[in-house]
C-alpha cells in the first residue's frame, strides 16, 4: 500500500451545544482535518489543533511536507516522521511546524491501524488502562454563584465526576473579570472554591484553569499565583491549571514546591525538546500535553515517558474537535501515566459526527475505543455541511485585531 495523495481539510461550525459556553464565546470554530489517500481504499485521517487557531496556514505546510510522503508506505512512522521534521528542521522544531506534523502523523497512524485492523492505541504500546476518568472543561465561571451552581449541575447530568472551572467570572452585564492583586485573587477564589465544596460535596473531582498568558483581561504573576494556591489548598483540587504565563518557567517550579496544590499544564507546548526544559525542572505536577498540537502521537508518548521517568502524571489536553478528541483518547490509554482526560459536556456536531459512537463514557469513565484506526471519519456529507469560513481560527483580542465570529 503506497500512499498517493495528501490533502488539507478546513472546516466551520457551530462552536458548542454548551449553554454556559456559547453565551461568551464566538458562534464558529474552525477545524483543520489531514487526509492520507493510498492506492488501495483506505484513507487516514487525522487532525492538528492548529486548524483551531490559525487554519489558514495548515494547507501550505501540509503541501511543504507532501512530497515527503508520496509514494511511501506506513510501515515505519517514526522514519516518516524524521524525515519531515528534519526537512522543516530550521522552522519546525518547535511551533507551527510540528504543530501541524501532529495531523499528519495522526493520519498515518490512522491509516496503519485500519490497515492492521487494530485501534492506534495498540500501536503505541498498547491499552495500560480499562477505563479513564474523565472531567468536563466548563470554560470561565459563570456568575453570579445561582449561575454557577446551574453550570456545575448541567455537567455532572451528563454523568460526569470532575469538572473543570476557569479562574475570575464571566457575567451577561460585565463579561470577563480575574482578580489581579494577591490578596484580591486570593480571596475571590478561595471564597469560589467554598461555594463549590459546598455544594458538591466531597466525592467530585474539582479542577480550577488560569488560562494564564491566553486569559483575555490579565495574566497573573508569581505573587499573585502563589497567595490564590494558599487560599485554595483547603478545597482538594485535583489540579490547577496554568495559574502562570508559559515564558515563566521558574515560577511554575517554584510553585510546584511551595504549595500541595497539583500544578498542571503544557498545553501550549510543542516538540519534545520544548517539554524537556519544563520536564526537567519540574515545573508541572500534572503535564498536559496534546497529540495533535505537541508535534504527534509519537512525540506525546516521549512527552508522557518523561514525565513517568520524573514521578509525574499526565492529563490530556482536548480542546480540538472530533479527530483531536480521538487522538488523545488513544494516546492516554497507551499512557501508564495517564490520571485523567479532558471533554465537554455538550460537544458541537465538529465532534459528535466526526468522532461518533468512538468516544463511549459510562458514569464518569472514557472507554477505550474498539474501532481499527482512530476510530473517526470525515465524509462527503461532512464537508459540505460546514464549509469553512475564513476568519473563524481562535486568537487573543489585541487592539487591530478582534475577534469577530
Request: charged share 20%; with cysteine.
Amino acid at each position: 500500500m503506497k500512499i498517493t495523495d495528501v490533502k488539507t481539510v478546513l472546516l466551520s461550525g457551530p462552536h458548542s451545544n454548551d449553554p454556559y459556553v456559547q453565551n461568551k464565546l464566538r458562534t464558529l470554530r474552525s477545524a483543520a482535518f489531514i487526509e492520507i489517500h493510498t492506492d488501495t481504499d483506505l484513507v487516514g485521517l487525522g487532525e492538528t489543533y492548529g486548524g483551531y487557531f490559525f487554519p489558514e496556514a495548515v494547507p501550505e505546510v501540509v503541501e511543504f511536507f507532501k512530497p515527503i510522503l508520496i509514494g511511501r508506505d506506513v510501515s515505519n512512522i517514526s522514519q516518516l516522521w524524521n524525515d519531515m521534521y528534519h526537512c522543516g528542521n530550521f522552522w519546525c522544531r518547535v511551533g507551527l511546524g510540528v504543530i501541524v506534523l501532529s495531523g499528519i502523523e495522526a493520519a498515518l497512524w490512522d491509516l496503519k491501524g485500519k490497515m492492521l485492523g487494530v485501534p492506534v492505541y495498540e500501536l503505541l504500546g498498547g491499552r495500560k488502562h480499562d477505563k479513564l476518568l474523565c472531567y468536563a472543561s466548563g470554560g470561565g465561571s459563570n456568575y453570579p454563584k445561582s449561575e454557577l451552581a446551574a453550570k456545575i449541575d448541567y455537567y455532572l447530568s451528563f454523568g460526569f465526576k470532575a469538572f473543570k472551572l476557569g479562574v475570575g467570572s464571566w457575567t451577561e452585564s460585565e463579561g470577563f473579570y480575574v482578580p489581579r492583586f494577591p490578596s484580591e485573587a486570593a480571596d475571590f477564589e478561595g471564597d469560589k472554591m467554598e461555594f463549590v465544596r459546598g455544594h458538591v460535596g466531597k466525592d467530585v473531582f474539582v479542577m480550577m484553569d488560569g488560562h494564564m498568558g491566553n486569559h483575555p483581561t490579565f495574566t497573573w504573576n508569581f505573587s499573585i499565583a502563589e497567595a490564590v494556591m494558599k487560599a485554595v489548598e483547603p478545597y482538594d483540587l485535583f489540579f490547577f491549571e496554568e495559574p502562570l504565563h508559559y515564558t515563566d518557567l521558574q515560577g511554575y517550579s517554584q510553585l510546584c514546591k511551595r504549595t500541595s496544590v497539583p500544578i498542571a499544564g503544557g498545553e501550549c507546548l510543542t516538540g519534545s525538546c520544548e517539554w524537556q526544559v519544563f520536564a526537567d525542572y519540574d515545573a508541572f505536577d500534572i503535564g498536559q500535553p496534546d497529540g495533535s498540537f505537541v508535534g504527534g502521537l509519537g512525540v506525546f508518548m516521549k512527552v508522557a515517558s518523561m514525565l513517568e521517568n520524573r514521578n509525574r502524571k499526565i492529563a490530556t489536553h482536548n480542546a480540538g474537535s472530533g479527530g483531536s478528541l480521538m487522538e488523545n483518547i488513544h494516546c492516554t490509554f497507551a499512557s501508564p501515566n495517564a490520571a485523567i482526560l479532558e471533554a465537554c459536556a455538550a460537544y458541537g456536531p465538529l465532534h459528535t459526527e466526526i468522532a461518533g459512537d468512538s468516544f463511549v463514557m459510562e458514569d464518569g469513565m472514557v472507554l477505550p475505543p474498539e474501532k481499527p484506526g482512530l476510530g473517526i471519519v470525515l465524509t462527503e456529507k461532512i464537508k459540505n455541511k460546514y464549509p469553512f469560513v475564513p476568519g473563524s481560527g481562535e486568537f487573543n483580542d489585541v487592539p487591530g485585531k478582534i475577534l469577530t465570529t
